[in-house]
């Protein structure tokens, strides 16, 4: 795969830096959401990204191999926008608040696994470190941009109701991307 010129390497990293929007979320206009709706004691609900994340990275290579690459990052990506789309519509609701946490928990946990493996398995061995480096700066930048431009959002629209609204319709957007990929192919042997 060469991360320049293949529309397949573009979709991988645009999804890995989407997928770090949900730490970035977590990070800080959750927090503060949570903080303005619940008070200190509604941090605990942060909790559900890390336990997420746990969980993911006890099944997620079972889920990628048996219902594939695509199938596995499309349902991460429309369980984020559902989950974050309720929050959207609840963001005061602690129980709301909770799911849309666990949700793009759920998320970051499966889409890196899943980039790294999909690179695995259509990049050549020659280019493949070149293009997880790549993968890694598109994250850093999903969490950096999702800290910017949620604080943005909250402003310009209103309130972190519409923010993450916008972010929930992302992730979806996202979701259906990821069925745009190829079906795992076998690694382009070097030998």
Do not use: K
Request: net charge positive.
């Amino acid at each position: 795969m060469n991360i320049a010129t293949s529309s397949e390497g573009r979709i991988v990293i645009i999804l890995q830096a989407v997928s770090a929007i949900g730490f970035g979320l977590v990070l800080v206009p959750l927090s503060e959401n949570i903080m303005a709706s619940i008070g200190v004691s509604g941090l605990v609900l942060a909790v559900g990204y890390p336990a997420a994340r746990f969980l993911v990275a006890l099944v997620g290579g079972w889920l990628s191999d048996h219902l594939g690459r695509r199938a596995t990052l499309a349902g991460s990506f429309f369980l984020a926008g559902v989950g974050l789309g309720w929050t959207a519509l609840m963001p005061s609701s602690p129980v709301a608040l909770s799911v849309g946490i666990f949700a793009i928990g759920l998320l970051g946990g499966l889409v890196p696994t899943l980039a790294m493996a999909y690179v695995g398995d259509v990049a050549h061995p020659a280019t493949r470190l070149m293009v997880h480096s790549t993968l890694f700066t598109g994250r850093d930048v999903g969490v950096a941009g999702a800290m910017l431009v949620g604080q943005i959002l909250r402003v310009e629209l209103g309130g972190f109701g519409a923010m993450f609204g916008v972010f929930a319709a992302l992730f979806l957007v996202c979701g259906m991307w990821s069925i745009r990929l190829s079906p795992r192919r076998t690694p382009v042997n070097s030998r």
